[in-house]
């Protein structure tokens, strides 16, 4: 296929691996050499059933993006039918991401969500290959057991990080953690929460909640980033459909510090 | 430097620059307008002076040639996209397998509307091809206001003198028509076609029966104030509103396939309205901005408060298009001012807390 300069125009780009973490999750690790950062998005394209924006939830520079896709309509059911070695139709990436640099040297913490977590894997990553990685404190909820997603990497980032691994429900007999992320923000046990950075990425009433317990510890309102999410048609600044106030989630986000993310209202 | 032109004159100049450029221009198309006996004043392709309708604001603007309602983007087949040619590809400006430039012939506000696209195609993200492609071949004929029409309120906003991006004016004087000329390369078409030359100065409004106030600053708590209430019940999401709008720009892509099997196709950028039902529907059905207010309220303060903080000038341009076309007589003047009385009402009762915090 022709390259192109035309914004709108997606690239043909080949699944490598298909990982099936549930029946409704799979991450399609796809072929990508340029510059990508977490928490930025591509669009993939499915023609004729339109396009859906998704994160990156991995990174191999040079070589690979996941993207870890949860079905749930029109486009994501048809990504679904892809196989290793057929092609996808991208366009990325776009939005602002992490700046991971951020979180590496002080104390920092994450509060992730279902597939909230996607886009702070790479952070996650990052943060275990920082000089402290006792310093950073790492929460991740999922709705239930079955509902585990990264579950190789959840077992790894045990050793390194402060992790917590929490379900909303479990049948009886579950060994694990019970209860809502929030349940252990108060008990994290940060020396000097008022220079602690925090991410919180999730469904809105969980960023919510999370937020105001990070807050109530002491954290600093300008320390704590999110990540929304919006209809997008475009991803370009351009169809307007993301728009927030003055800002654009395609362009200026998704990641938003919360001193701005708390003036915006849909 | 003008030059004054009679009926004979204006035929011969509007035919010669037909030859040149495709000429878009206000026409009226007769019975066409909301109730049958009335007529719609639209634009479209000229190549003749007596189809521009001079005396009276168009109802639609001309924003369809720069964004159009319905645009190819790219086709695909089995293996392949290819980007769309046709209308807004290289060579073909604005009407299919035409490649000539455009004048078009457009007022003050409308004039001041094409600043608006252009910041948000040109200017906002990644430059967008297709809008860039249109605009290249686009040229502007101020049509000048000697007085303001209905709901017009350009002089509050800024909008009543034309910026300088026009080639020549053109508006009706005591000698026949008036005309100041630019652009220096037109002058020997004008030495052929007018009666006289002198000075001309394009007639702008100064005066508008209707005022508007915009609010300098709206605190957050506004955004969920009853001012905002009223149009739950009494705006009905058409988005005519919007529709009408010369710097309404927003578009939902969609996908057409030609086949049973949806191999090939095509995708499309369709006109949205953020007043109508799925504007922002995500997945399992979810959305924002259910009630009309809620809409109403995402749009009046995005055009006379939000656009400002990002571009660092108001978006409305105050034509008055909304009020001329809202089915349910919604006055946008009038709830810009409500607005504006509600942020007094906020400031006043807020006075001491705010020097407080400051
Ligand atoms: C910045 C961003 C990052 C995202 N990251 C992921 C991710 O990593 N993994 C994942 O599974 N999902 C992610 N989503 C949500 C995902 O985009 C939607 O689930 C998807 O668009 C649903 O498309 P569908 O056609 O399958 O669903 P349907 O319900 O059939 O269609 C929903 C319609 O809404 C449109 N839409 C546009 N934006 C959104 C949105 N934000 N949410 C839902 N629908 C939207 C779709 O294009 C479609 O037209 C992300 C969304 C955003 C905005
Ligand atoms: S909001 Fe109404 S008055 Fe303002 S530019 Fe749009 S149509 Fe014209
Ligand atoms: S304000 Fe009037 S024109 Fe706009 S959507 Fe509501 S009813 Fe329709
Ligand atoms: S997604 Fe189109 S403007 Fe942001």
Known sequence: ?????????????????????????????????????????????????GEAPISVSGIVPGESVDLTIRRVGVVTNEVFEAYEG??????????????????????????????????????????????????????????????????????????????????????????????????????????????????????????????????????????????????MCCGLGKCGHCRIGEKYVCLDGPVFNYTQSKQLLD | MGYVLDGEGLDGLVRELARDYLVFAPVRKVGAGRFTDVDQVIYDFVDDASQIELDVK???????????????????????????????????????????????????????????????????????SFYRRIRDRVHFVLLGCPQTFEHCFCVDMGSNVAPDNWEFSLERSDEGYACAVANESLRPLFERYATASRDVVPAHVTQNEVHVRVPKTVPLELRTSPVWDEYNHRCIGCGRCTLVCPTCTCFTMQDVA???????????????????????????????????????????LHKVYDFRQRFGYDMCVGCGRCDDVCPEYISFAACVNKLSDAVDEWDA???????RDA
């Open chain 1, 1 to 49: 296929m022709m390259p192109s300069n035309n914004p709108y125009i997606p690239f043909s780009s080949k699944v490598l691996e298909v990982i099936k973490h549930t029946e409704k999750e799979y991450t399609f690790r796809m072929a990508f050499e340029g510059e990508v950062r977490p928490g930025q998005f591509f669009e993939v394209s499915v023609p004729k059933y």
């Open chain 2, 258 to 300: 030609y086949t049973e099997n949806g191999r090939v196709g095509e995708r499309r950028r369709v006109q949205a309205s953020c007043m109508i039902d799925g504007y922002s529907t995500v997945a399992g059905g979810a959305s924002y901005r259910k009630q009309h207010g809620e809409r109403m309220r995402f749009k009046v």
């Open chain 2, 58 to 128: 168009s109802d639609y603007s001309f924003k369809e040639l720069l964004t159009p309602l319905s645009q190819t983007l790219f086709y695909y087949t089995e293996d392949q996209v290819r980007e769309a040619g046709g209308i807004g590809a290289a060579g073909d400006p604005a009407r299919e397998g035409d490649a000539r430039d455009v004048l078009v012939l457009m007022r003050a506000c409308d004039l001041h509307g094409v600043k608006r696209l252009d910041a948000m195609y040109l200017h906002n993200g990644p430059e967008d």
């Open chain 2, 349 to 355: 009762q807020h006075e001491g807390s705010v020097a």
């Open chain 1, 86 to 231: 057929e092609n996808l139709l991208l366009r990325g990436p776009y939005g602002n991401g992490f700046e991971v640099e951020r979180y590496l040297d002080g104390e920092c913490v994450v509060v992730a969500g279902g597939t909230g977590v996607s886009p702070v894997r790479g952070v996650v990553e990052a943060l275990a290959a920082s000089a402290t990685p006792q310093d950073k404190h790492v929460i991740v909820g999922f709705r239930s057991p079955n509902d585990l997603l990264f579950r190789d990497d959840l077992a790894r980032w045990e050793n390194l990080v402060d992790l917590i691994l929490t379900v909303d429900g479990a049948p009886e007999g579950y060994q694990g953690n019970v209860g809502l992320v929030t349940k252990y923000i108060p008990d994290l046990p940060l020396r000097d929460p008022s220079t602690a950075q925090a991410i919180v990425v999730g469904p809105p009433p969980m960023m919510r909640f999370s937020v105001k317990g990070l807050l109530e510890l002491g954290l600093a309102e300008e320390n704590i980033w999110v990540s929304q999410e919006r209809k």
